[in-house]
Structures are given as structure tokens and as C-alpha cells.
């Protein structure tokens, strides 16, 4: 029986490396067949041909998910940033992306340290957690609170949205969406009589183009904007702390050397993978690796897969934090939708791994993690855990 890469089943115990690898040998770009049927692109340097290709491959066509959006949706959906195409995409782009730069997000660097110490403070030498709930979910709400300058009680409900999204799909999870835009319509409602110093009202008060963007279209924006904040790093977070279980020798290598954790967050990033594909669809007949494609065809990079190409990264299935090129990894993509928020993600993995550096001797998973059964994240939702206090200066050895 043929495989199915958009069969949640496939999923179950994390992403199948395995398949993916066969399919980079034998067959990169694969045709999958089913109600969905796409080609899928494994190998990382068709998935960069692909991703930087806007002419060719639109992103606003369909969506950037396997499954088509429903009418009820669309409306929002197509309005998100990873879903619009030049010259849209980068008239809204110019005006979002100057606050998240890395010199403006540098700003929340001591809030986001101290943030992730304190956390950190309250689990360590507790019986054992969910460090999912109580710490990797947390780190990304509260940098997102930061900057949008909204409190734990207005962040907490959207989280149950995102996770909704995530577990079951936008087309599944219609009802909670909606619910969603009760709340941003108040927010913004709110920014808009009383503008404030925060992101948040950037967000309230822009416009696409010339044109004044319609209420349903700001949602979609904000809606995407949240998942993309709390979910990634939520995901790479509790991925590492896996990765460094699985790699003693590179968890020890980081305890001495502390200096590497910016070089251990692109790797994290490579490795883990938190998001596994990007749709994009066909404007005109292609070409791709020897395949003709149709006009209207879809084509699904597997990001995950791309960031396990060994002619790209040798020995890929390792976690090695003295990788070379690690920073290549696609995991916020490539090209005019390359991730707007990849400064605040990579400070606030920096600011939590260096508080957890410090704080942290020794930890231990005490059961298996549970994942979600889905095809487009990697989303663990509970991971038990216990922390044992470890010294609070770490020496920087040389």
C-alpha cells in the first residue's frame, strides 16, 4: 500500500523520518495520492526552489494547508500573511515586520530572562510536572503578552483557540475561531479609542495596500500571528528538552559551554522541526525535479523532511550542537515569507535555555511524551517531567 503523508496515523510517535528518508532517495518529489493529492517536495534544496519561488508557486491559492479551506473560512484564511502573494504579501510585510526586527525585540531581553528564571524557580525540585503546561506553553504567551501588551488573562483565552487549530485543523475548529474574533474584535475595538506603545495597536490600526482591510481580514492577520507566536516555540522548546535526553553527551556539552546555546537554538530548530510543511499552489505549469506539474497543482514542502537532508546536513538524525550550517534549516521557511517573528522566537529560546543553564543540575522525563496526531505540527502536549536544582553560575569552560 502506497504511503500517505497527510495520514494523521502517520504521526502518532512524531514525524516518520524514516519515510521521508526512502523518499529523498527514491522518489523526492513524490506524488501522494488521495482526496488531497499533492506532490511532495522532501529534499531541502527543491523545498528552497520551491519556497523563493512566488511567480511560480502561489501561496494565496488554496492556502498554505494540504486541505482546502472551507467557504466559511476563506474569508479569514486567505487574509493571513503566510497566504497572500506579491505584491500584497510585501506591502502588509513592510508594515508589521520594523517592530519585530532583532534591535527592536532586543527590548524585552531582561522581562523574557527574568520571566524564564522565575518559571524555572517554581518547578525545580517539585514532584513531577507537565513541562509543557507549565513552562514551554508559558514562555511564548508571556513574550507575546510583552509585546502586545495584553496580561495573562487576555492571552489564556487564545490559547485554547490555538490549540484547538492545532490539534484539529481551521476547518474543524470553526466554532472556537469565531470565538477568537469575539475577543480581537474587543481588542481592537480597544487599541483603536486608546492607542497604546504596543504592537498590538499596530495591529488594530493598519491597512493592506491603500485600502482599509475589512474586520474579517484583520482577524485572519491577528489569528495567524498568534498561532505562529504561541505554538512554535512552544513546540521547539519541548522538543529540545527530548533532543537532550536522547543526547547526554550533547547535554553536558552545553552545560560547560554555555556560549553555544545560540548555535544549540538553530539546532534545536533543525531538529525538532516545529512546523512539517507549507502548501504552495501551481500558478502556471512547472517543472521540479523531473516532474511536470499542471497548473493548479499543489505542492507541499516537507520542512521536516528538508531539514533531515543529509547533502545538506550530514549525520542529520543527529543532535549536534557543534553543526556547522544549522542556521540554514527551514524552519521558518525561506524567501518573502520567511517568519517575521524569528528574532522574539530565538530570544526567547536563548533567554529560557540560558536561565535553564544555570539553574538546572539534572532533569528527567518520567513518561512518554503525548503528541497530537497531526500532520502539520509537531505538537507534543504533555511531556512529565522533574527538575533538579544545579548551581546557579556555570562556568564558562574554554
Not at 83 to 88: C, I, K, T
Not at 222 to 236: D, H, M, P, S, Y
Not at 281 to 286: N, Q
Amino acid at each position: 500500500m502506497a504511503i500517505r503523508l497527510d495520514d494523521p496515523a502517520l504521526y502518532e510517535r512524531g514525524f516518520p523520518h524514516e519515510e521521508f528518508d526512502r523518499l529523498r532517495k527514491s522518489e523526492p518529489v513524490f506524488f501522494n495520492a488521495g482526496p488531497h493529492h499533492f506532490y511532495a517536495v522532501t529534499r531541502h534544496d527543491d523545498a528552497v526552489t520551491v519556497l523563493k519561488d512566488p511567480q511560480t508557486y502561489s501561496s494565496h491559492m488554496g492556502g498554505v494547508s494540504i486541505e482546502d479551506p472551507s467557504p466559511e473560512l476563506w474569508p479569514v484564511l486567505s487574509a493571513m500573511l503566510p497566504s497572500l502573494d506579491p505584491p500584497e504579501h510585501m506591502q502588509l510585510r513592510r508594515k508589521l515586520f520594523p517592530p519585530l526586527k532583532a534591535g527592536e525585540i532586543a527590548r524585552l531581553e531582561q522581562t523574557l530572562q527574568s520571566g524564564s528564571e522565575a518559571l524555572l524557580e517554581g518547578a525545580i525540585g517539585q514532584e513531577t510536572f507537565d513541562f509543557v503546561d507549565r513552562i514551554a506553553a508559558r514562555i511564548p504567551m508571556d513574550a507575546f503578552g510583552a509585546l502586545m501588551g495584553l496580561g495573562p488573562d487576555e492571552i489564556e483565552p487564545m490559547r485554547q483557540c490555538t490549540d484547538a487549530v492545532i490539534s484539529q485543523g481551521a476547518n474543524q475548529s470553526e466554532r472556537a475561531i469565531f470565538d477568537m474574533f469575539e475577543l480581537l474584535d474587543r481588542l481592537v475595538a480597544d487599541r483603536r479609542t486608546s492607542p497604546r506603545d504596543d504592537y498590538l495597536t499596530l495591529l488594530a490600526t493598519v491597512d493592506s495596500g491603500h485600502e482599509p482591510m475589512t474586520a474579517i481580514a484583520r482577524n485572519g492577520m491577528l489569528l495567524q500571528i498568534i498561532i505562529g507566536a504561541i505554538e512554535t516555540t512552544r513546540n521547539t522548546l519541548t522538543g529540545m528538552l527530548l533532543a537532550l535526553q536522547n543526547f547526554p553527551q550533547q547535554y553536558e556539552l552545553l552545560r560547560r559551554h554555555v556560549e553555544l546555546i545560540p548555535a544549540a537554538v538553530e539546532e534545536s530548530l533543525r531538529y525538532v522541526s516545529p512546523v512539517n510543511y507549507l502548501r504552495r499552489t501551481t500558478r502556471v505549469a512547472a517543472e521540479l525535479h523531473g516532474h511536470a506539474l499542471e497548473q493548479g497543482s499543489r505542492v507541499v514542502v516537507f520542512l521536516a523532511a528538508a531539514n533531515r537532508d543529509p547533502r545538506q546536513f550530514p549525520s542529520p538524525h543527529q543532535f549536534d550542537l557543534l553543526r556547522e550550517n544549522a542556521s540554514s534549516h527551514l524552519a521558518f521557511g525561506a524567501g518573502e515569507h520567511f517568519c517575521m517573528g524569528t528574532a522574539l522566537a530565538r530570544l526567547e529560546m536563548t533567554t529560557f535555555w540560558r536561565s535553564f543553564m544555570m539553574l538546572v543540575g539534572d532533569f528527567e522525563i518520567c513518561g512518554e511524551p503525548i503528541r497530537v496526531r497531526s500532520v502539520q505540527q509537531n505538537a507534543i502536549v504533555r511531556l512529565p517531567v522533574v527538575l533538579h536544582a544545579g548551581s546557579r553560575q556555570r562556568r564558562h569552560s574554554t
